[in-house]
T-cell receptor, first 112, second 115 residues
Framework: GQQLNQSPQSMFIQEGEDVSMNCTSSSIFNTWLWYKQDPGEGPVLLIA?????ELTSNGRLTAQFGTTRKDSFLNISASIPSDVGIYFCAGPRLGSNYKLTFGKGTLLTVNP | DADVTQTPRNRITKTGKRIMLECSQTKGHDRMYWYRQDPGLGLRLIYYSFDVKDINKGEISDGYSVSRQAQAKFSLSLESAIPNQTALYFC??????????????FGPGTRLTVL
């Protein structure tokens, strides 16, 4: 099936730094979702985006729905140790009957 | 209390055994899903159900079966477990309401090891 390409695959940053990651596809998506997964736990929904160009924040997290509808970006400002985890993008492709396609994730490590 | 619960959280079994993983939700959602997660492969859809009478195969349904016993319960069975079914298994739910039907909410997962 059609994949979502997430980059980078992993990031090692210092506490207090800002982080950016993105997700791209060759297909159009009508929704973009960003999840975070802590070790040993299930993914938790962080932000949902529904309109091209939309910019949405959740605390220190900000996500954008790309204007081409083929990409999305997630930024984390002033990172803290508890930001450690795997961040996934996901979305339903047009015509997919609401089934989500997931990226393979970005592993974030924050050094105190 | 968690909205989506899964039992067991961990299970070790032997090749050829029948295994059932259970999922319950209190979110009142109609749609439920089963995924498996493998390192480097991300989340892959096994089965999904849009209501009690609706069951659909996902990307990787071979070797698995499901049962939707009620709106709140969705079970995944491995009829004869094999080692390459060792993985993390997640249940998820979503609402059918307009605008938010794509937002899926995940349980804590079951770590299954098949020896």
């Amino acid at each position: 099936g059609q994949q979502l390409n997430q980059s980078p695959q992993s990031m090692f940053i210092q506490e207090g730094e800002d982080v950016s990651m993105n997700c791209t596809s060759s297909s159009i998506f009508n929704t973009w979702l960003w999840y975070k997964q802590d070790p040993g736990e299930g993914p938790v929904l962080l932000i949902a985006l529904y309109k091209a160009g939309e910019l949405t924040s959740n605390g220190r997290l900000t996500a954008q729905f790309g204007t081409t509808r083929k990409d999305s970006f997630l930024n984390i400002s002033a990172s803290i140790p508890s930001d450690v985890g795997i961040y996934f993008c996901a979305g339903p492709r047009l015509g997919s009957n609401y089934k989500l396609t997931f990226g393979k994730g970005t592993l974030l490590t924050v050094n105190p | 209390d968690a909205d989506v619960t899964q039992t067991p959280r961990n299970r070790i079994t032997k090749t050829g055994k029948r295994i059932m993983l259970e999922c319950s939700q209190t979110k009142g959602h109609d749609r439920m899903y089963w995924y498996r997660q493998d390192p480097g492969l991300g989340l892959r859809l096994i089965y999904y159900s849009f209501d009690v009478k609706d069951i659909n195969k996902g990307e990787i349904s071979d070797g698995y079966s499901v049962s939707r016993q009620a709106q709140a319960k969705f079970s995944l069975s491995l009829e004869s477990a094999i080692p390459n079914q060792t993985a993390l298994y997640f249940c998820a739910t979503s609402d059918q309401g307009q605008g938010t039907y794509n937002e899926q909410f995940f349980g804590p997962g079951t770590r299954l090891t098949v020896l």
